[in-house]
């Protein structure tokens, strides 16, 4: 299982974040940015270069999430970009 530590939160608006976060397993760590619109939708991105495309030219992340459980459970469980 992996261990999740946030790094940093920006807000863009009272409704929309980009968090910074770090995971780590064992020795390994990696950084990724997860955009949270409203609480409702969720996009992950495994570095910053991919998240300033999605927010400058709206190039869509390869995964995405309806409601935080499922984000957290991916990164708890299923994320491995070491």
Known sequence: MNTINQIEVKYLRPSRTIEKLEISKDLKRSICFVY??????FRLFDN???LN???KQGSE???TFD???EL???LL???SSF
Request: hydrophobic residues 30%.
């Open 53 to 55: 495309l999605f927010l």
């Open 36 to 41: 949270n619109h409203e609480g409702n939708h």
């Open 77 to 79: 469980y299923q994320y």
């Open 67 to 69: 409601s935080e459980e």
């Open 48 to 50: 910053e270069m991919a």
């Open 72 to 74: 957290d459970k991916f």
């Open 61 to 63: 992340p390869k995964i």
